[in-house]
Protein backbone atom coordinates (compact mmCIF):
# COMPACT_ATOMS: atom_id res chain seq x y z
CA UNK A 1 0.00 0.00 0.00
CA UNK A 2 1.37 3.07 -0.98
CA UNK A 3 1.32 5.94 1.39
CA UNK A 4 1.77 9.87 0.96
CA UNK A 5 2.66 11.97 3.86
CA UNK A 6 2.65 16.00 3.46
CA UNK A 7 4.76 18.47 5.23
CA UNK A 8 6.25 22.28 4.89
CA UNK A 9 2.58 23.97 5.44
CA UNK A 10 1.81 26.80 7.99
CA UNK A 11 0.85 30.10 8.24
CA UNK A 12 3.42 33.01 6.09
CA UNK A 13 2.71 36.68 4.57
CA UNK A 14 1.54 37.58 1.35
CA UNK A 15 4.67 38.16 -0.85
CA UNK A 16 6.49 35.24 0.88
CA UNK A 17 7.52 31.86 0.09
CA UNK A 18 7.11 28.47 1.48
CA UNK A 19 8.07 25.09 0.01
CA UNK A 20 6.01 21.86 0.40
CA UNK A 21 7.00 17.81 0.56
CA UNK A 22 5.37 14.97 -0.09
CA UNK A 23 7.05 11.87 1.62
CA UNK A 24 5.76 8.85 -0.86
CA UNK A 25 6.15 5.32 1.05
CA UNK A 26 5.18 1.50 0.05
CA UNK A 27 6.94 1.58 -3.07
CA UNK A 28 9.15 3.77 -4.92
CA UNK A 29 7.95 7.18 -6.12
CA UNK A 30 9.45 6.80 -9.68
CA UNK A 31 6.40 4.47 -10.26
CA UNK A 32 3.73 7.38 -10.49
CA UNK A 33 3.12 10.52 -12.20
CA UNK A 34 2.50 13.41 -9.37
CA UNK A 35 0.13 16.16 -8.57
CA UNK A 36 -0.52 18.76 -5.83
CA UNK A 37 -4.54 19.77 -5.09
CA UNK A 38 -5.58 22.32 -2.87
CA UNK A 39 -8.77 22.64 -1.38
CA UNK A 40 -9.95 26.08 0.09
CA UNK A 41 -12.44 26.29 2.47
CA UNK A 42 -15.98 26.65 1.13
CA UNK A 43 -14.48 25.43 -2.39
CA UNK A 44 -13.52 22.75 -4.37
CA UNK A 45 -10.57 20.88 -4.75
CA UNK A 46 -8.50 22.35 -8.01
CA UNK A 47 -5.26 21.06 -9.34
CA UNK A 48 -2.23 22.99 -8.83
CA UNK A 49 0.26 21.31 -10.73
CA UNK A 50 1.86 18.02 -11.69
CA UNK A 51 4.82 15.99 -12.86
CA UNK A 52 5.29 12.98 -14.96
CA UNK A 53 7.76 9.74 -13.32
CA UNK A 54 10.82 10.95 -14.51
CA UNK A 55 10.19 14.60 -14.19
CA UNK A 56 10.43 15.04 -18.23
CA UNK A 57 6.59 16.84 -18.10
CA UNK A 58 5.47 19.18 -15.67
CA UNK A 59 2.04 21.12 -16.13
CA UNK A 60 0.71 23.93 -13.82
CA UNK A 61 -2.49 25.90 -13.21
CA UNK A 62 -2.77 28.97 -14.66
CA UNK A 63 -3.36 30.40 -11.15
CA UNK A 64 0.27 29.26 -10.02
CA UNK A 65 2.24 29.26 -13.59
CA UNK A 66 5.48 31.32 -12.97
CA UNK A 67 5.08 31.54 -9.14
CA UNK A 68 5.08 27.64 -8.13
CA UNK A 69 7.38 24.91 -9.31
CA UNK A 70 6.87 21.08 -8.97
CA UNK A 71 9.85 18.97 -8.50
CA UNK A 72 10.91 15.41 -7.58
CA UNK A 73 13.53 13.44 -6.14
CA UNK A 74 13.02 9.85 -6.78
CA UNK A 75 16.26 8.78 -4.67
CA UNK A 76 14.62 10.10 -1.90
CA UNK A 77 10.78 9.28 -3.19
CA UNK A 78 9.54 13.26 -2.50
CA UNK A 79 8.19 15.98 -4.26
CA UNK A 80 7.94 18.96 -3.84
CA UNK A 81 6.11 22.05 -4.38
CA UNK A 82 7.81 25.60 -4.32
CA UNK A 83 5.75 28.36 -3.64
CA UNK A 84 6.83 32.22 -4.06
CA UNK A 85 5.09 35.04 -4.28
CA UNK A 86 2.21 33.73 -2.17
CA UNK A 87 -1.37 35.18 -2.03
CA UNK A 88 -4.13 34.67 0.40
CA UNK A 89 -5.97 33.15 -2.87
CA UNK A 90 -3.27 30.33 -2.26
CA UNK A 91 -4.77 29.54 1.13
CA UNK A 92 -6.01 26.17 1.08
CA UNK A 93 -5.04 22.88 2.22
CA UNK A 94 -2.75 21.21 -0.03
CA UNK A 95 -2.87 17.17 -1.25
CA UNK A 96 -0.43 15.07 -3.03
CA UNK A 97 -1.45 12.88 -5.26
CA UNK A 98 0.04 10.03 -7.64
CA UNK A 99 -1.28 7.86 -10.43
CA UNK A 100 0.04 5.23 -12.06
CA UNK A 101 1.30 6.25 -15.52
CA UNK A 102 3.61 8.57 -16.65
CA UNK A 103 1.08 11.58 -18.13
CA UNK A 104 0.85 14.07 -15.65
CA UNK A 105 -3.12 14.97 -15.46
CA UNK A 106 -5.18 17.27 -13.44
CA UNK A 107 -8.02 15.01 -13.60
CA UNK A 108 -8.13 13.96 -10.07
CA UNK A 109 -10.25 10.63 -10.34
CA UNK A 110 -7.31 9.34 -12.44
CA UNK A 111 -5.29 9.35 -9.19
CA UNK A 112 -4.89 6.55 -7.43
CA UNK A 113 -3.48 7.32 -4.09
CA UNK A 114 -3.96 10.35 -1.52
CA UNK A 115 -2.17 12.39 1.14
CA UNK A 116 -3.73 13.64 4.24
CA UNK A 117 -2.80 17.01 3.59
CA UNK A 118 -1.19 20.69 4.88
CA UNK A 119 -2.37 23.71 5.70
CA UNK A 120 -1.08 26.50 4.20
CA UNK A 121 -2.63 29.69 5.22
CA UNK A 122 -1.45 33.54 3.52
CA UNK A 123 -2.37 36.50 5.55
CA UNK A 124 -2.65 39.69 3.31
Known amino acids: QVQLVESGGGLVQAGASLGLSCAVS????????MAWFRQAPGKERESVAA????????IYADSVKGRFTISRDNAKNTVYLQMNSLKSEDTAVYYC?????????????????WGQGTQVTVSS
Open 97 to 113: AARYGNRPTFLSWEYNF
Open 26 to 33: GRTSDTYT
Open 51 to 58: IGRNSGTT
